[in-house]
Every structure is written in C-alpha cells, then in structure tokens.
C-alpha cells in the first residue's frame, strides 16, 4: 500500500485538499471514498483495505484542510459538493470513477451521477440521510431545522445531543419528537457550556441541506451508471438507513446490508470492506 500523497485544487470559494494512494489497480478504475461532513481521515482505515486499487480520499469543502475562501460558513449543500467532486474526478483524469458515498457523500455523489452521470462506473451510497423520500419527511426535516436553531440560540454540545437522538432513533419519527427536550449533552460526553463558536458544518448548514436536498430520480435512472445503495445491518431502522432503502426503491433496486451500523466502514473495516469489493466487482 502506497503511503498517501495530498494535492490541493482550486475551485471557486475554496481550496479542495485531496489525498491520493496510487496503488497502480491496473484494470481497475481510481475508487472515490467520500463522506461529508466527513473527511479523508475518517476513510484511512477503509483506504488501507484496497491495496491493489489507486484510491482518493479528500476533504469536502469546508471541512478539516479545505477551507473555503469566500467567507461563507463553512457548511455546503449537496449541488456545491457535486460540482467540487466533478472538478476532482477530471482534474484527476480519472473518469468514469468508483465512487463509495457514506452518509452525506452518498447524498452528494447521488447528485453528482444525475448531473454528470459518465464521471462514474459504479457509485456505492451507503446510508444517504435523503430525508425527502421518507413517507415522515415533515418530522425529520423539522427535528433538523430544531437542531440548527438549538445549535444557534446554544452552542454545540446540546445542538450535537439533539442529532444523536434524531439519527439513531429506531422507526419513523413520530409527532412531537421535534421541540421535545433534548437529552443532556453530558450523556454522550458532550460539553454543555456555550463556547460561542458556530464554525461546525455538520450542525450549521449541512444538515439541513442535506436532508432536505430533492434527488432527481429522473435523471438517476436514465444514467449509465451503477448506483447500489447500502444498508448497515445495525441500523436499517433508523432514519438514514430507512432512507437508502427508500432510494432504492424509487429507482427499483434491491438496496446491499453492509455490516455494523451507520459508521460500518470504521468499526467493521474489514469485514465491510470485503462487501464492498464485491459490490464494486459486481
């Protein structure tokens, strides 16, 4: 396995760092991983198991090493990310790609494939949080706008304890859930003083951008590109493994279980990654 080289990209509003493992993966095409508002050191692990593939991870906009320049926050919504993930695929040459989206990176590499679908051979989302395909959209997407406001009016670590209790609760959200009070941030080791910062993407725009964000089916489906959506075996029940289910569905597909929950690909690596391999031998 090759040690990572980090190159940066210039783009509108921001500079993209990016971190490239040429690993040569001679009949094989450079594989993607993506996550937002993750970054490329959450994957170093998952990067480790493709020793025969070149692999790219990187930091979407905002995030860790890519810092935007145009003093926005530093959240983005899915179209800006789809169009940074177009410039990386071709200043890399490297199209069609692979591409493996977990979480908000499968959400913007779903609305990467529908506005440029022959960048990518095979897209793997797992777990896109596509609120807008839940039959309890309403809910989610009002506990999302409840957790941005929280974030707001109270720092951190009571916006972050709000989002855990959305994320891993189990079945549909039901009514009343958003504006009920939140556990207290010191049950998941949270701060609960206000530090007065409002620099963390995930809980600024992020969110709700991402949840919120229309897929465009149409488009999804008449592209030439393979788009498996995945399913952790731990949390198919909750809201975003509910709606890589859903996705599948609109696009008459059979969604792939991965093992563990959510955050399979780090706490299983190796076990996820061999399904992973699968999926992208087809």
């Not at 493996?100 to 679908?117: D, E, I, K, Q, W």
């Not at 279980?257 to 690596?269: E, I, N, Q, V, Y």
């Amino acid at each position: 396995m090759s040690e990572p080289k980090t190159y940066t990209l210039e783009a509108p509003g921001a500079v993209l760092h990016y971190d490239l493992r040429d690993n040569g993966g001679t009949g094989h095409p450079v594989l993607l991983l993506i996550g937002a508002p993750m970054g490329a050191s959450g994957f170093a692990a998952l990067a480790g198991q493709f020793a025969d593939r070149t692999v790219v991870t990187y930091d979407p906009r905002g995030t860790e090493r890519s810092q935007r320049t145009d003093g926005e926050p530093p959240g983005s919504a899915p179209g800006e990310h789809a169009e940074d993930l177009r410039r990386l695929i071709q200043a890399l040459g490297a199209g069609p790609a692979d591409v493996f989206g977990s979480s908000g990176g499968a959400v913007n590499a779903l609305a990467l494939v529908a506005r440029n679908p022959r960048l990518v051979r095979t897209l793997v989302a797992h777990e896109p949080p596509a609120a807008q395909v839940l039959p309890d959209r309403e809910m989610v997407l009002a506990a999302c706008a409840d957790i941005r406001e929280t974030y707001q009016h109270s720092g951190f670590g009571p916006a972050m304890a709000n989002f855990i209790a959305l994320v891993s609760h189990t079945g549909p959200i039901p009514p009343g859930f958003p504006g009920q009070p939140a556990p207290e941030p010191a049950t998941f080791g949270l701060p609960a003083q206000d530090d007065g910062s409002r620099d963390d993407p995930l809980l600024g725009l992020h969110m709700t951008a991402c949840a919120g964000y229309q897929l465009d089916f149409d488009a999804l489906r008449a592209a030439p590109t393979r788009i498996v959506l995945g399913v952790g075996t731990q949390s198919g029940q909750m809201m975003a493994g509910r709606a890589a289910v859903a996705v599948a569905e609109r696009l008459g597909t059979t969604p792939v279980t991965f093992p563990g929950g959510h955050d399979g690909f780090r706490s299983d690596t190796g076990a996820f990654a061999a399904v992973l391999r699968t999926v992208l031998d087809g």
